[in-house]
């Protein structure tokens, strides 16, 4: 019943409800974009590991996160691939090279990927394709989002890579995420022709495939007893929750966002209540009468907050389309893993929610003054 | 001047304040209003400063360095990139008129780890080193403990750089690189957004760390030779000189234009630019929206009051004229508390995230336009009603 008295509410001056809409529409957006970069910006550490197969991460008891990865003993790879679960183990080289024009220009800071072209690293066809042209001598991929400053990346082009004559074979598109400018992949002969002070034997990451039917967790605890301390273990959501905690705790990114995401949510109340407060307003001789009638107050709230809701939900959809049109702007603006996840979507659903009761609420005050004896 | 516009002109179209009054007719109105466009205005304050507190991070150590000139490798692509070159290529300066002493200036950013005091992980951090006698920053903390860097392996610590670096605390000694480090004292810089700590040492120590040979500072290359004039000198002409004297990988540019080279690569390779900027206009959209809201409902609310005016015979260029004024005193009413505000939450955030945000004349003039352009567009929008106001149909 009240929830069809408010329905009549805003059907009944279509144009004010348009306004109220837009209102509430331009607040739900305002959340999804800062609670998009609030997510997403973190999330630009997991990007390359999103990218890897692998269901279990070896790294140096020292790693920090992917870029500051330190090293561990290849040996440890050897010792995991025993474990009966394990189907394979494949070792990862990282390091930042020197990209220079053999003519001369910019000395840029490139990150390197070194990796047997044959273990098939990255879940990304492109690359897959490309094998023949990795297993080339002095040849490398360029991540094709690595930026312009770099010049043009196409096949064929010859580049100095720490002051070796490398030519790029091809590209291919994952993103850089943290790891800098830009990114290449080499075989690991290339990468240790790239990097002459590197040895084989101290790997920066190791990547573990399980065999079908192996829990990922059971494995992890097997390998954690069995290995010295020098390493450790990540699950792909443990790797996932450390990398995002690293960014959001560690770097200034996750308060700079947060405050974003607060100042965002308390403007999105300040726009609801705003236009809660004046619907109310102006039918404060309806809900009057409505009183005198005999209906109680709990009565009349309700049709206020069933208004808050429906106007949030219809106010919703829109919003979200928009939101999915203004995530593709910023992934080619910023080249931010901006995605509209079902978690974020529900995220805002929640958050609108708490906000148009908060305003709801707010503006209740404003129903008491409905006094029947009054407003005639 | 008031008083005599009164007295000699009795057309009440002059003397009373009409948007004025229609403002704070309704205090209760108001305060509402003034909250939704001040936190409007709040959001794109926050996002302003962010951009702001991002580019003056990454400037931060280059604003403190104490030089005319700096000699750098002329691949250099940004401030923190290491691109050294020989030190003995500075000496083709020395003959240099004008020039009044050159201090060359060690940096690493990729190679120096530091332990957290008392932990178990080691950071990779920024790292500066001179000669002790000459420094070439301007922080005046790093010039008073100077000599401290003349002990064996003694560092100064940058207490403003992330706590979990643990340099804030009273440790006195820990470990960078493996070897270990005396920290002889602190000073306060702050974190930008690609290192999150910052050291000074001698060049020795640097030597010591790089190499393992502290004797030999001269071998490792150097970042920048940071230039000092003689008082008077011609910095354009100077600057030419020099450029002629020295190797053709090396060059040479002022402290502003060294500025600007840095400004240039934020601005065109990171990210957090758009980032904010995407901030701000949603701020702008938004408090348009609600601002537009304001004005839609107060009109609405007033339009017999417009058209018996109109009814009176007051043109339609007299009623669009209060409803701007109107429009533009709710800009500023709501802006004064924002702009309070936004000093708070600069303060709090500032401390909190170690990012350089602070209120400029620039930063307000900037969000007071756009809180005038965001009223002033929205009453644009809203003005038809007033317009089209029928004095017969209204009653």
Redesign the interface.
Known sequence: MPLHVAWRILNHQKGRTA?AL??IF??I??IF??LG?FIA?PQGGMLIYDHMRFDLLVCSN?Y?FQA?SWQFPRDRLDEIAKNAGVAQVKPVYLG?A?W?DPG??????IAALGSDPQAKLFAAPEIDSQIDVLERPDTVLVDSQT?P?FGPLQPGRQVEISGRKVTIGGDYDLGTGFLG?GVLLANEANFFLIFPMRRPEAVNLGLVALKPGADPDQVARELRSVLPNDTQIFTRPELSSHEVSFWTT???TG??FG??LV??F??GI??L???L??QITRQLPQFATLKAIGYSSAFLNAIVLIEAVLVMVIAFVPALAVAIGIYSV?RV????PVNMTAALLGGVFATTLVMSGISAFLSLGRLRRADPAEIF | MAEDAIVTVPDTRRSVPLAWRNLVANKRRLIRSSAGIGFAVLLMLVQLGFERGFFNASLGVIRQLDGDLFIMRASKYRFGAEDPFARRDLDAANGVAGIAGIVPLYAAWQDLFWQEPGGDKSYLIQGFAFDPDRSPFLLPEVNEQRDRLKQQDAVLVDRRARPFLGMAGDARETTINGRTVHIAGSFALGPDFMSNGTVMMSDRTFAGLLTGNRDNPAAVPVEFGVVKLQPGADIAAVQQALTAALPKELRVLSKPQLIAFETNFQADLSSAGPIFWMGTFVGFVVGMLISYQVIYTDLADQLPQYATLKGMGYGTGYLVRIVFEQAALSAIIAFVPAWLLCLLVYYVIGALALLPLHMTLALTLLSLALTLGMCLLAAALAIRRVITADPAEVF
Request: aromatic letters at 4%; charged letters at 15%; hydrophobic letters at 55%.
């Open positions: 306004l837009g209102g331009v607040a957006l305002l974009v800062e970069f910006v020292k920090i500051e930042g020197k220079q001369g220009g910019l000395r840029l800071d930026r400053i400018l560690r770097t200034g308060l700079i405050s974003g100042v965002a308390v403007v300040m726009v209540f705003q236009t407060a004046t910023i603006q910023t080249l931010l």
